[in-house]
């Protein structure tokens, strides 16, 4: 509306209201001006959180929330110390959220380069389903698997009239229809994203009596049975997929009539913090390089513990996946092959043939929706 964007208020409202949300954060580029536009001209039923898409030149970022008449600069880049991390710490401190949007898109300027240290969550899903996402996907599984625990968002981007509102979406499990209780729901990855509200899921893991959804967590001993549980709806003929920081553990297929159940049991493993097996100095803050699935880890013990990864392996990790030449790994003795590069040269990732637990390059992922 007071950027780029081609719809009215009028206009966004009744997309809104046809895509059954109950609220929706609106995002100009570089200024948080719509607020005004709002006030006055939303409906009661509809909860709609001023924000702002800091648009730098090495990235963007989603600053959500922002009360009326506070607006974020984006005149710096990674280079400027501290910038960035002060800007994010005012918009936290203002009750807000951080959120990195898009941060694998190929696009000049659009390349998230700002770390996730000060970043609520991960735009995961923008727009219509691209490799863009399907990449973003599985940086934010390497991610988590790390030890980086960031929530993850769906948005819609709905610049013009041909760009659908809220598709994707998220779906929230917050105490009320407020924008404090919204943004804590996603900050706290109590949130799930969907292509429409024709989809539904409902995710929960069991330990004894003990029950966790999205972004919960359980109290668990080592090797406790643990049950997880998927049911969809509105994903007619889609593949249903669990993954671990092992790998893939669970899929079922999801027939014509979009309803599915997803069954796993699992056992709690180690804890990695702290333990006799994990003493080892803390790792360094991950930086992008860092995020990719690296062969130098594939030696490690155990094998998803970046605290038992060497700093002469970690370090070694971005000059291989800066230069695309990938590295034998160190634990099926594989062969590196030609490096996959699905935006440009700016992210390579290493591949590897036979398909260690790590390896999303040689696996399909699949994403109900
Ligand atoms: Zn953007």
Known sequence: MHSDGKRTVDEIVAAARQEGLHFIATSDH?????????????????????AEEVTTRHGHWLAVGLPQGEWVDWRYGPANQGAFEGHARRVHSLGGLTIAAH?????????????????????VWNGPWTLDDAANIAA???MLCLGKRVAAVGDGDAHS?????????NVVYASGLSTPAVLDALRLGRSYAVESAAVTLDFTARA???VAGPGEELPLSFFDAVDVTLNVTGAPDSIATLYTEWGIMAATCIDGS???????????????????????PSPPPPRWTNWWPSPTRCGSTPHNCPRTTSSSARSSTPSAAATGRGAACARCRAPPSAPLRSRGSRAPWPACRTAPWWCWASRPTTVCG
Not at 161 to 169: L, T
Request: net charge positive.
């Open 30 to 50: 570089n200024t948080s001006s719509t607020g005004v536009t709002w006030h006055g001209n939303v409906p009661t039923d509809l909860l709609v959180i001023n």
């Open 103 to 123: 941060p694998l898109t190929p696009a000049p300027g659009s390349f998230w380069e700002f770390g996730l240290d000060r970043v609520d969550a991960l735009e």
């Open 140 to 142: 934010w599984h390497v």
């Open 161 to 169: 009239h041909g760009d659908a509102v809220g598709r994707p979406h």
């Open 208 to 210: 004894g009596g003990a």
């Open 258 to 280: 979009g309803r599915g159940q997803l069954r796993w049991r699992g056992w709690a493993r180690p804890p990695c913090s702290p333990g006799p097996r994990c003493a080892g």
